[in-house]
């Protein structure tokens, strides 16, 4: 199976900046999909920012121009750099890994809580 570990949450005021890690590790085969999520509490679970099968990289419009998503492939990792981040962006955190080739595998990390104060 795959485990996911993620890193890099924590208080920020608004307009700062900070990097959430998500490091995979156990049995991985290519392709996967690796992206980010988060939650507020009483809403459901909205996608941030994933990479697609071909490689390119989807983000939310709330976040577009300020969230970053990258990959270290030899380390299984992607990372999500955040910049001007605002009150409303505040939320828990999520790593998703998935794969439908050669299995089908939906693996989600146990989320980091991002709070952005005035």
């Known amino acids: 199976q795959v485990q996911l570990v993620e890193s890099g949450g924590g208080l920020v005021q608004a307009g700062g900046s900070l990097r959430l890690s998500c490091a995979a590790s156990g049995t991985i085969f290519r392709p996967n999909i690796m992206g980010w999520y988060r939650q507020v509490s009483g809403k459901e679970r909205e996608l941030i920012a994933t990479?697609?099968?071909?490689?390119?990289?989807n983000y939310a419009d709330a976040v577009k121009d300020r969230f970053t998503l990258s990959r270290d492939n030899a380390k299984n990792t992607v990372y999500l750099q955040m910049n001007s981040l605002k009150p409303e962006d505040t939320a828990v955190y999520y790593c998703k890994y998935s794969e439908t080739y050669y299995r089908y595998l939906e693996v989600w990390g146990q989320g980091t809580l991002v709070t952005v104060s005035l």
């Open positions: 990479f697609t099968t071909g490689g390119n990289t």
